[in-house]
């Protein structure tokens, strides 16, 4: 019985004595892992704070980039009729309709229309009186109804979904040389950004006054000259005038050609077909009413595009010389083409190949070898 108790507490001990070990080194490999983990654990949360610390940076369909991008278009064109195309193309992303309308004594003439279905050319309105007169003599942006800018333009082309619109004076050196109007188009849910609009239309102005004074070769050219330079129909741009040298033009062909008949504007614009069929893209058929889509979508690349130079001036003028554009760009470039293809990739423009375009025309001016043996149109 003494020999069976003495057994009993030798096996006792020993027992103890493996399990001791074996916790102990159980513990040892448990803390150590815990220790690892919470080693990763933390530069993982010190880099989640830190980045939600820092400002994320803007994507290619963010409406301040889109604005950013408008602004540059304005910024970049030297000549009247191209600073106002691109105050109009610019107001096109934050309107349902944008039209732009020329002082001609006291009525304002349609010059020139994004959205529309029909002839801006056609329309005018009577400044003394209705939201005109309102925006001349306030200076600032004014909202009524349509018709009270012109029953003519509600009548001919349609009235907006809410029946309002917003108008906004372009003034320059103190004097209203134009009236941008704006609504939000048939669509009830149409955009219609005022603040964007009002910036770009101020930004117009001041631009404008700075290529007369540029022109003029004058510092601060007076009250009368600027507003000369601001009322004078685009067309008459080119022509040497007594107050301002002839400067030389973009290598880039406007947008349009701009012709004058018996007291109005008229433009002459090269049609959607047309520009789809471009020496830098494929040649597009355009079915009977995907014109407007066709219109926005090429808009829309060029914004997208600008926007990559007007951030990446020093890259495109290397890209140019080097010859090797896309590689250099490359990040920029698919994220831009991304956001195009998102709008339309599944719209009856896709086929038009217009991001592209736009890629060889102004990143490469005109010459697609510019972006190097990587780029591939597909």
Same mark, same amino acid.
């Given at each position: 019985?003494?020999?069976?108790?003495?057994?009993?507490?030798?096996?006792?001990?020993?027992?103890?004595?493996?399990?001791?070990?074996?916790?102990?080194?159980?513990?040892?490999?448990?803390?150590?892992?815990?220790?690892?983990?919470?080693?990763?654990?933390?530069?993982?949360?010190?880099?989640?704070?830190?980045?939600?610390?820092?400002?994320?940076?803007?994507?290619?369909? *963010? %409406?301040?980039?889109?604005?950013?991008?408008?602004?540059?278009?304005?910024?970049?064109?030297?000549?009247?009729?191209?600073?106002?195309?691109?105050?109009?193309? !610019?107001?096109?992303?934050?309107?349902?309709?944008?039209?732009?309308?020329?002082?001609?004594?006291?009525?304002?003439?349609?010059?020139?229309?994004?959205?529309?279905?029909?002839?801006?050319?056609?329309?005018?309105?009577?400044?003394?009186?209705?939201?005109?007169?309102?925006?001349?003599?306030?200076?600032? %942006?004014?909202?009524?109804?349509?018709?009270?800018?012109?029953?003519?333009?509600?009548?001919?082309?349609?009235?907006?979904? *809410?029946?309002?619109?917003?108008?906004?004076? /372009?003034?320059?050196?103190?004097?209203?040389?134009?009236?941008?109007?704006?609504?939000?188009?048939? *669509?009830?849910?149409?955009? /219609? *950004?005022?603040?964007?609009?009002?910036?770009?239309?101020?930004l117009t102005a001041l631009w404008l006054e700075a290529v007369? #004074?540029?022109?003029? !070769?004058?510092?601060?050219?007076?009250?009368?000259?600027?507003?000369? #330079?601001?009322?004078?129909? %685009?067309?008459?741009?080119?022509?040497?005038?007594?107050?301002?040298?002839?400067?030389?033009?973009?290598?880039?062909?406007? %947008?349009?050609?701009?012709?004058?008949?018996?007291?109005?504007?008229?433009?002459?614009?090269?049609?959607?077909?047309?520009?789809?069929?471009?020496?830098?893209?494929?040649?597009?058929?355009?079915?009977?009413?995907?014109?407007?889509?066709?219109?926005?979508?090429?808009?829309?690349?060029?914004?997208?595009?600008?926007?990559?130079?007007?951030?990446?001036?020093?890259?495109?003028?290397?890209?140019?010389?080097?010859?090797?554009?896309?590689?250099?760009?490359?990040?920029?470039?698919?994220?831009?083409?991304?956001?195009?293809?998102?709008?339309?990739?599944?719209?009856?423009?896709?086929?038009?190949?217009?991001?592209?375009?736009?890629?060889?025309?102004? /990143?490469?001016?005109?010459?697609? #070898? /510019?972006?190097?043996?990587?780029?591939?149109?597909?």
């Amino acid at each position: 019985m003494a020999e069976s108790q003495d057994i009993r507490s030798s096996v006792e001990r020993i027992v103890a004595e493996v399990f001791a070990d074996f916790f102990a080194g159980l513990r040892a490999q448990v803390v150590e892992k815990v220790v690892a983990e919470v080693g990763t654990m933390a530069p993982a949360a010190k880099a989640e704070k830190s980045e939600k610390s820092m400002p994320r940076a803007a994507s290619a369909d *963010d %409406p301040t980039v889109v604005l950013n991008a408008a602004a540059g278009n304005v910024q970049n064109a030297t000549s009247q009729a191209d600073i106002l195309s691109a105050l109009l193309d !610019g107001a096109a992303q934050f309107a349902g309709r944008a039209a732009l309308f020329v002082m001609r004594g006291s009525s304002a003439v349609g010059w020139k229309a994004e959205g529309f279905e029909g002839n801006i050319k056609d329309i005018s309105c009577d400044t003394t009186q209705g939201l005109a007169a309102r925006a001349i003599q306030d200076r600032m %942006p004014v909202s009524a109804a349509a018709a009270e800018f012109s029953s003519e333009l509600v009548r001919s082309l349609g009235n907006p979904s *809410d029946g309002n619109a917003l108008v906004l004076p /372009l003034v320059a050196r103190e004097k209203v040389s134009a009236l941008l109007y704006a609504d939000r188009g048939s *669509d009830p849910n149409g955009k /219609l *950004d005022s603040s964007a609009l009002e910036l770009l239309v101020r930004l117009t102005a001041l631009w404008l006054e700075a290529v007369a #004074a540029r022109r003029s !070769g004058a510092p601060a050219p007076s009250t009368e000259h600027v507003a000369e #330079a601001v009322i004078t129909p %685009p067309e008459r741009v080119h022509e040497p005038a007594a107050h301002f040298a002839p400067v030389p033009e973009p290598p880039i062909a406007p %947008p349009e050609r701009v012709s004058e008949s018996v007291g109005t504007l008229t433009a002459t614009a090269p049609t959607a077909a047309a520009a789809a069929a471009t020496a830098t893209g494929p040649s597009v058929t355009i079915a009977p009413g995907d014109e407007e889509v066709h219109k926005k979508a090429k808009r829309f690349a060029k914004l997208l595009v600008d926007e990559i130079r007007l951030y990446n001036q020093a890259k495109v003028t290397e890209g140019r010389q080097k010859r090797d554009l896309y590689d250099r760009l490359k990040e920029d470039i698919e994220k831009s083409r991304a956001t195009y293809d998102k709008r339309y990739g599944s719209t009856p423009a896709a086929a038009a190949d217009y991001f592209n375009q736009e890629l060889i025309r102004i /990143l490469a001016d005109n010459d697609a #070898a /510019l972006l190097g043996s990587s780029f591939s149109r597909v």
